[in-house]
Every structure is written in C-alpha cells, then in structure tokens.
C-alpha cells in the first residue's frame, strides 16, 4: 500500500516530517519500506501557458512553442506529437533539475534556440505504466486553467512524499487511507475526518431488483444506479493522487471507482446499466463448467466454488476478481450501477489464485472487507460521479442480504495486559491508549469492555487488545529484564544421550546416515507396515509426495538403489526419522520416531587378509544387536519367525520383541523385489526407537571377573527346518542349572547329506562357577537334563 503524505494530510492535518512519520508507523508494527520523495533532485519546475505552436523549420518532429511561464515567454523547442496551443503545461526553466540529474540549460536546435523543456510525466520520475494512456507518448496537459508562474509540483500535488507500508497479512484495515489516518492518530493523535458521502436519494424508479441466490456467497450485495453520466479524464488531482498510489488513470467512473477503493478499502465495480441485458441482478455459486468472458477478453471456464454476478441467467462479472467484458463501461456510457458488497474471502482467494487474476481489489476481498464502509463507500462513489461525471443518482440504496456492522467485544483486564507485558498501566492509561485506536472500552473497576469496529476484526482475543496497547503505548517502554527461573547446567536428556549412543554405534559399524522426505508414494506407504489409513496431503506436489510414510524402507531402498546405480555395490545406511499413523479425518495423525537400515553387497571387506562378511540377515541381526547391547537391553530382546510382509523373504526375516512386545523387523528382501528394484542380496531392519528411548535404565552393578576358568561343551542337533535356533537356546536355559553363564548358536547347515526337510543346528554352552573350578562330573550333572530336554522337544544329538 502507497500511502501519499499529502492524501494523508487531507484526512489527518500532520505536520511532523514524512521521515519521523515513517519512522514512528514502522516502530508501531507496520513496516515503511521506501519514501518515495518526488521533490528530490527537482527544481524551477512550473506551470507554462501555451500560447502557440509552429511547424520547426528544419525538423518535420520538432515544434516552436512560445510558453508563458509567468514572469516571461520563452521559446522552447518541443517534439512530443501531442502539445497544442491553449494548453497548460509543465516546464522546466533553463538552470532546472529533473529526476537522475538531467540539468536543462540553454541550447540550440536544428538552428532554433529552445529556452527550457516542456515535460512528461515519465520526466518527472512517474513510472510509465502508471501513465494514463493519453500522456504515454507525449507531453502532460493539465485538464483545468491554471495560472503561469504557479509551482509545478504544487499543481500536480508532487510537492509530497509516498510511503510503502509493507503490511502482514492481519493488517487489511491498512490497505487504504482510512486505514493509514487511523493509525496516525494512533500514534500521533489528532482527529481523523472522513471525505464527504452523503448523498440524496433519487426519486426515480430503479427498475432494477438485486438478489442474493446464496447467502454463504455473498452475505450483502448492495447497489446504486447513476444516470446521465459523461464519460471524460477525471480531474488532474484525482488523476496524480491514483498515480501516486500505483494505479493507472482510465477515465472518469474507472478512476472514481478506484479511488473510493483507495480511500476506504472497499472495492467497487461499475457496470454499464444498459448492457446488464435485464432488469436483475443475482449473485450465485458458478455451475461447474460454466464460461464467462472476462474484461482482459479471455474465456473463462469457471468452477462451482467461484462466485459470479449474473443478469439472472449468465454471468456478467466474476465476483471481486474481473467484470465481465459485455458490461464494461466505455465511451458510450450513459448509466452505471454501483456495486459495493460483501463476498466470501476463502472462495475469492481460491478463484484469484486459480485463474491467476491478482488485482487491488482481490487483494482486499480475499481478507474481508470493513462492514462500516461498505455503503460510505457505495454514497462516496456516487457523489462524485455526481461532481466529476454529471451523472444523477436515480434512486435509493438497492440491496440483498444483512450487513453486520455491530462491534465486537472483547472483554479483558488490567492485571491479564500488565503481567503480559511487565508492566504497571492503570486502568485509564489503557483506556487512553484504546480510544486512540478508535476502541471505545467501558470500564468496570479494573475490567475493561472493548468495542471493536468492524475495520479491525484481525482482533480477536485478549491477547490482540494486549499487543495494540504495547506497540500504541511503544515497544520502547517495555521494561527489560532477565526471566525470573533457576538456572540449571545444560545437558543431554536421557533420550538425547541414547540416540547419539545409536548414532556412534551404528557408524563405527560402517554405515552411513541417510536422510529423506517423509512424503511419499500412496504405492511406497503400503509397504513394509501394517499401519491402517494413510495421512494424504490435500495438494501434493505430485504423486511422488502425495503421502506421509509409514515405513523408512522403502526410501532407504530407493538410496541404495541410486548408489547401484553409481556403481556403488557394498552400501550401508542407516536412518533416524518419523512414520505417521492416520487417526482420521480431522485428527492430528500419530507420530513415530523409528530406526531404520539396509545393507546391501559386503561389509568389513579386507582385502590384505582376504575376508568379508555378507551383508545378510546375520549381518544385519549383528547389527541390531549391538544397538540392544549398548542400551542395555540384550537380555530383555528375543526374536521369531516373521512372514508377515510380502516384500520380504518367509525364510530369512524375523520380528523383534522387548518383553514380548513387538517393536520392529530385521531380514532380508524377498528375492522378487529385489530383483524388481535390480538389487542383489539385501537385508533390512526397523525398530520402534521411541519404544527403546522409553525403557529407563536402572542402576549398573559390576560383578568381580572370575578367578576360576570356564569350561565349554558343544552340542550338535537335527531339528526341522521350522524349528528357530532361538526355541533351542531357550530349551536349554531352562533345563540347565545354575551355572550356564553363556548359549551361542556357531553354526547352521542346511543341504547334501541332510535329510529332507531337517537342518543341523550346533550350539556351544559355557558354564563356570565363580567359587572354584568345575569338575567334569559337575558338568556332567547339569550338562545331561539339557540333552535330555532337547531330545525331548524333538531334537536329535548328532
């Protein structure tokens, strides 16, 4: 928003410099981010009478024009196509300065002497597109009789400074100058005085009826109709002042329409009433399909979420975006209606941003406008179509719908504003400070009723009176101090501790951290989980992220994938991150923080001694083990047989329990999808960390190392191939006596010289007795029940 300190002035008298003004606005919220000063760098620029004009000579472009400038005529040579006698225009004198230092002096021109410069508006630091469209390839002609001699800049109301407020999107109320007059006398004081817009009714008949078809669309829809209407350029002040605010003048009715906007944040439309093609006008939901064309002449296929105005049977403008091209005002006008409403900001937002047709007035729409100036602004417009296009109003306000325009209330208290924001206000200092706001407040005691207007719904809450009272009575005079609290030592917490034990253990293991999104495919989500509904993204960049993951698998698959295809064969990834759990439409889905790695190719290759190691299930168990191991939790972790998954092998994959609580899965790829992905043997993992950060250590006891040996026996057995090694491990802690101190599972084969369906199994049991050295026939006692328990769960010793 441009706000002209000479507009500004005209609703609230200030006399303070622009730069202190400027200054004092940013510190109180709203950040200034240029001055725009069009007196820089500009002097002897004047008002110059055209008194005649003659063909040059020698140059069939060129133009002698004898110019009154007040004190004397001078002769000036001038090229612009447009300049004409009895015209009143701006010259720069001979010894004058333009915008980027362009000094005008003395010269000659194809032999004639030009004494100064007749200028155009782009000479004067306006931007071209800014330009009304009868000055863009020529001289500026004033459209009123001005005096010769009389200041330039004054004329053209340059003699000003523009400031750009940089607003956050709460801040609509300052998207025009009542707006920017509020919150000066704010800061400032002072009282601020509304343009003129009262308006008599006509006594004519309207012969037009309005009609809201949905009350969610347009909650008011109010109009007046203007007859009589000439169309001509608006006044040179009107003009300058839209200038300076960034839009560019048209005509007479375009441009008081865009000024109202301007003045009250209220957007207008102008329609042609002669070629509305009814007695109606009814505003609705667009049908899915339906086509319009817009003022720009394009066709516009319109959805059923977009909000037309329409003669009753089409449409005729799309509603606060773009009027429709066969009701546009032009030349031939002779009757306007004047449309002022209310229109449903979610959908302008969306119909704007789909058809990608931003303007100053989707602008303000798509955040609400004030109830308070919908008909001010409405009575505005007419008034000076009245003033500046000789039109008639023709009758009364014409409208459908219910226009709220009854303050809010908030209610708050002294003690909730000074222990937010540590201070010592009385009651009647925020009192004070509100009503410079324009927030009446009724006082009981120390609570406060807050009225607020309709131009400043963004507040909504107690908090929101708290911040206006802080930025209004000034930021500066917070008091300052440090937080009342006890200091602690910062550390670690116990999970934090954890997860970099994990990280450490996992990469001196030899694998590397992967990170990936945690949006994925709708195909990719279904795999490697069992998690019921899937959290989807309403507007997904595309397909590829379309969903929150609810396994790191599958992107860790993708990684190593990539590195194959880069020649990478031996990988290792691990990564730490989040899965989510759909809880339903509307609930906030449920979040995990899992641990997850693939391996893939070798791993400890050693090429001087000739040994590697498989990346397989046994590799990636080991893996998972030590992790348990370094937690802790070694002895509360067993592990079964799993099939549960259809992306991984029914043999080779295996469920992890803590307590008999299943927290993850380790094994390998099923051989398929490996192959569909061009991978190799490939073995995976995932557990359920925050399970693991939540089991609570208790304290560690050391047990003396033993001064007296153990002693080792190892037992082969044929079991089916069904039977886990861990059944076997547990058979014989169970019969064993006191002191098995160790069960290790050394060797399984399965092929020739095996009988079908049978595997070998061989385990090594440690015992010791930390008291003395066993003998054998102690081993023998303890030894002889496990075989015996063995061979009676099915087991035969070899």
Not at 260 to 272: K, R, S
Not at 275 to 296: C, F, P, W
Not at 651 to 668: C, F, K, P, Q, S
Not at 719 to 740: M, P, Y
Request: aromatic share 6%; hydrophobic share 40%; glycine share 8%.
């Amino acid at each position: 928003m441009k706000v002209s300190r000479e507009w500004l002035n005209e609703w609230i008298p200030n006399e303070v410099p622009v730069s202190e003004l400027a200054e004092k606005i940013t510190r109180g919220g709203i950040e200034v981010d240029e001055i725009i000063d069009y007196t820089a760098e500009v002097k002897n620029l004047v008002v110059g009478y055209v008194k005649t004009v003659e063909q040059h000579p020698e140059a069939d472009r060129l133009r002698i024009c004898q110019v009154d400038t007040g004190e004397e005529t001078h002769q000036i040579i001038c090229g612009a196509p447009n300049v004409k006698a009895d015209s009143y225009v701006v010259v720069c004198k001979v010894g004058g300065r333009l915008p980027g230092g362009i000094k005008i002096k003395r010269a000659k021109l194809r032999g004639e002497v030009s004494e100064g410069m007749i200028c155009s508006l782009e000479e004067l630091g306006i931007n071209e597109d800014q330009v009304p469209a009868e000055y863009q390839n020529g001289i500026f002609m004033f459209q009123e009789e001005k005096m010769a001699g009389e200041d330039a800049l004054a004329a053209l109301l340059l003699d000003d400074q523009v400031m750009e407020f940089d607003l956050t999107p709460n801040r609509k109320d300052a998207l025009s100058m009542a707006g920017a007059a509020y919150e000066t006398r704010a800061l400032f004081g002072g009282e601020v005085a509304l343009p003129a817009h009262e308006v008599e009714d006509g006594t004519g008949s309207s012969a037009l009826e309005i009609r809201n078809a949905d009350a969610e669309a347009v909650p008011f829809y109010g109009a007046r109709i203007v007859t009589g209407v000439t169309i001509a350029p608006s006044p040179t002040w009107m003009q300058m002042r839209l200038i300076k605010a960034g839009i560019r003048p048209i005509n007479n009715v375009v441009d008081i329409s865009n000024y109202v906007l301007l003045e009250f944040g209220q957007p207008l439309h102008m329609f042609d009433r002669d070629q509305i093609g009814s007695d109606e006008i009814v505003t609705r939901y667009a049908h899915e399909n339906e086509k319009m064309t817009t003022l720009d002449g394009r066709e516009r296929k319109l959805e059923s979420g977009d909000i037309v105005i329409t003669n009753g049977s089409e449409p005729i403008a799309l509603a606060g975006v773009m009027g429709g091209e066969f009701s546009e005002v032009t030349d031939q006008t002779t009757s306007v209606v004047i449309e002022s409403a209310v229109f449903n900001p979610v959908s302008i937002r969306k119909t704007s941003g789909r058809l990608n047709l931003r303007s100053e007035a989707s602008a303000r729409f798509e955040k609400g406008v004030s109830h308070e100036f919908v008909l001010k602004a409405l009575d505005r417009a007419a008034l000076l179509l009245t003033q500046y296009a000789g039109g008639t109003v023709a009758s009364s306000v014409l409208s459908s719908g219910e226009l709220d325009v009854e303050d809010t209330t908030i209610n708050i208290t002294k003690a909730f504003i000074n222990s937010h924001l540590g201070m010592e206000l009385e009651t009647a200092e925020i009192q004070e400070t509100l009503s410079k706001l324009g927030l009446s407040t009724a006082v009981d005691g120390d609570a406060l009723e807050v009225s607020v207007p309709s131009r400043r719904d963004d507040l909504k809450i107690k908090q929101d009176i708290t911040e206006e009272v802080a930025r209004i009575y000034g930021y500066d005079a917070l008091p300052s101090s440090m937080p009342d609290t006890s200091t602690t030592s910062g550390k670690l917490t116990d999970e934090q501790k954890k997860t970099r034990t994990i990280r450490h253990q996992l990469e001196s293991l030899g694998l590397s951290q992967a990170i990936n999104y945690a949006l994925t495919s709708r195909e990719k989500a279904e795999q490697f989980n069992e998690l019921e509904g899937t959290v989807e993204l309403l507007m997904p960049m595309s397909e590829d992220h379309a969903v929150l993951r609810k396994s790191m698998i599958p992107h860790l698959v993708d990684n190593v994938v990539y590195n194959r295809n880069r020649q990478q064969k031996d990988v290792q990834f691990y990564e730490i991150g989040r899965i989510f759990q759909s809880n339903g439409t509307g609930v906030l889905p449920e979040e995990r923080e899992m641990l997850a790695g693939v391996i893939t190719g070798e791993m400890n290759r050693t090429d001087w001694l000739g040994t590697k190691v498989p990346a397989d299930f046994f590799a990636a168990k080991g893996i998972v083990e030590s992790v348990f191991a370094k937690l802790g939790l070694g002895d509360s972790i067993r592990y079964e047989q799993s099939s549960r998954f259809d992306t991984m092998h029914p043999g080779r994959t295996a469920d992890v329990l803590l307590d008999n609580e299943r927290i993850g899965t380790i094994g390998e790829l099923h051989p398929k999808y490996a192959q569909q992905n061009d991978l190799d043997r490939t073995a995976v993992f995932e557990i359920d960390l925050d399970r693991l950060l939540s089991v609570k250590q208790g304290n560690i006891f050391y047990d003396q190392l033993s001064r007296y040996p153990s002693i080792t026996r190892d037992i082969a057995l044929v079991v089916d191939r069904t039977v886990a090694a861990d059944t076997l491990v547990r058979t014989v802690e169970t019969a064993a006596g006191k002191h098995l101190v160790d069960v290790f599972v050394f060797d399984v084969y399965e092929g020739d010289n095996m009988e079908a369906g049978k595997k070998s199994v061989a385990l090594r049991l440690t015992y010791l007795n930390k008291e003395h050295t066993l003998t054998d026939e102690e081993i023998e006692k303890q030894h002889t029940p496990v075989l015996e328990a063995l061979v009676a769960n099915g087991a035969q010793i070899r």
